[in-house]
């Protein structure tokens, strides 16, 4: 932060000015997305939990009395 307040005072071109904040919110944004991937691809690419087919009950068929 303190680059980009450097370049401002100096009275430097403001394409460097861009520069200097587009560098900096890369990093940030970078960063954020590097603490994200591994909860995003888990979620992705894990198997899902299949239930297991011999916990379910089955249906109780009803009877009429006729």
Known sequence: MT???DLMIDDDKSSDISDAIKDI????SSA???TLKPSVS???F?????EDETTIEPEEESQEDG
């Not at 919110?25 to 940030?28: D, I, P, Q, S, Y």
């Not at 894990?46 to 299949?50: A, F, L, R, T, Y």
């Open 3 to 5: 680059d980009i307040l």
């Open 32 to 34: 954020r997305i590097d």
């Open 42 to 44: 888990s979620s992705l």
């Open 25 to 28: 919110l890369f990093a940030k």
């Open 46 to 50: 894990d198997e899902p939990e299949i």
